[in-house]
């Protein structure tokens, strides 16, 4: 079974500067998808970011980067020119769609993001 | 608009009054789930299925019910609702369970609060 962790359950960082989230992960999979979930105070679930795990190539959308470490199991997300409304919960997930052909997502606890003016 | 429409959004029901959350999407998706979100614990799959007539448990399926008789349809039904279900429902569906990459992103519905007294 696939687990995901999230160890830090809140984090704050100042308007404009960089921030960044820690995930870790547990897999036997050797082909899957990571992914990052941004959560406003609406709920809506928002995609960030979205690795492939055959990908070596670090994923980017933007401000938003990932630190991907396949034989570390780290997945880690950085927030670049921090902007207010980053402020969110942030889920990290973990996907392998061809395990049981069900694509479900595996989450992290989530981290609370707190972007202060 | 591209979109995943839960129903309703917020209920407060008692315990035992049988009740469905209802979901659907209009792009022609085949793959469907639901996720409950309770704190500390991130989001964990319920119910899942591949394609019409086709569903499969997830992680928590205890006290639920879903049926897929349409591809656009995939209700959520509480036949008798206790407190430990209250939480934050939500709905997704991708293109499909598996395959190639892309076609597994999951679009999330905008969430349904349910509270059992």
């Known amino acids: 079974a696939q687990t995901v962790t999230q160890s830090q359950p809140e984090m704050s960082v100042q308007e404009a500067e960089t921030v960044t989230l820690s995930c870790t992960y547990d897999?036997?999979?050797?082909?899957?998808?990571l992914f990052w979930y941004k959560q406003p105070p609406s709920r809506q679930m928002i995609l960030v970011i979205r690795q492939e795990a055959y990908k070596q190539q670090n994923a980017t959308e933007n401000r938003f980067s990932v630190n991907f470490q396949k034989a570390a199991k780290s997945f880690s997300l950085k927030i670049s020119d921090s902007q207010l409304g980053d402020t969110a919960m942030y889920f990290c997930?973990?996907?392998?769609?061809?395990?049981?052909?069900?694509?479900?997502?595996?989450f992290g606890k989530g981290i609370t993001l707190s972007v202060r003016p | 608009e591209a979109q995943v429409t839960q129903n309703p959004r917020y209920l407060i029901t008692v315990t035992g009054k049988k009740l469905t959350v209802t979901c659907s999407q209009n792009m022609n998706h085949e793959y469907m789930s639901w996720y409950r979100q309770d704190p500390g614990l991130g989001l964990r799959q319920i119910y899942y299925?591949?394609?019409?007539?086709?569903?499969d448990k997830g992680d928590v399926p205890e006290g639920y019910k879903v049926s897929r008789k349409e591809k656009r349809n995939f209700p959520l039904i509480l036949e008798s609702p206790s407190p430990n279900q209250t939480s934050l429902y939500f709905c997704?569906?991708?293109?499909?369970?598996?395959?190639?990459?892309?076609?597994?992103?999951?679009?999330f519905g905008a969430g349904s609060r349910l509270t059992v007294l």
């Open positions: 997930a973990f996907m392998a769609p061809w395990v049981g052909a069900n694509s479900k997502l595996t």
């Open positions: 897999t036997s999979e050797n082909n899957y998808y």
């Open positions: 997704a569906s991708s293109l499909s369970g598996q395959g190639p990459s892309g076609a597994n992103v999951l679009t």
């Open positions: 299925s591949m394609n019409v007539e086709v569903t």
